[in-house]
């Protein structure tokens, strides 16, 4: 019985504090207290510093060097949640226009690095997807610099392109 007397206590107890915290929203005399919430959705954005880069016509000194360098464009990703930034080739290889047969340039001549000097050694394609940024939650500007390879037995004169994929996603 004492058992019964006490957990029927501990019930009043209880329902008397939930009642006291929620009587603590509304007014009481000249103070008034009230709860607000805010959802807060995913804010990702990605931008690029230009819509078209211009790899430039090589020269026989680039031929030569077997590539050509240029700072491409400037990326800027922000999040409020960790996220990366993936780069890709539309298509495994340039489209060709010209006179003479297409060479099948492959998308893994244009090779990428975040900084010029990284180029020497870069690894990074548009051949396969690659990660470009892998960042926690803020907003970063990246530099992308661009290496396109560049041979007398292979390269053809014409005009090439390569539409390439910037996606931002935050797992």
């Excluded at 922000?78 to 930034?85: E, G, L």
Aim: hydrophobic residues 40%; charged residues 10%.
């Amino acid at each position: 019985m004492k058992r019964c007397v006490g957990r029927i206590g501990l019930v009043i107890v209880l329902a008397t504090l939930s009642r006291q915290a929620h009587a603590q929203l509304g007014c009481l005399g000249s103070t008034c207290t009230i709860e607000i919430t805010m959802p807060v959705s995913d804010v990702l954005r990605l931008s690029l510093s230009t819509s078209s880069i211009s790899l430039g016509t090589p020269t026989e000194s680039d031929f030569q060097a077997g590539y050509r360098d240029v700072h491409a464009v400037n990326v800027t990703a922000k999040s409020n949640r960790p996220f990366t930034v993936q780069l890709s080739g539309v298509t495994p290889a340039f489209s060709y226009s010209g006179t003479l047969p297409t060479p099948n340039k492959p998308a893994s001549d244009l090779l990428w690095a975040t900084s010029a000097g990284a180029l020497s050694t870069a690894s990074n394609t548009f051949g396969t997807t690659t990660t470009f940024l892998n960042q926690g939650a803020g907003a970063i500007t990246s530099p992308l610099f661009l290496r396109t390879l560049w041979s007398f037995a292979n390269d053809v004169p014409g005009t090439y392109s390569l539409t390439i994929r910037f996606t931002l996603s935050a797992p």
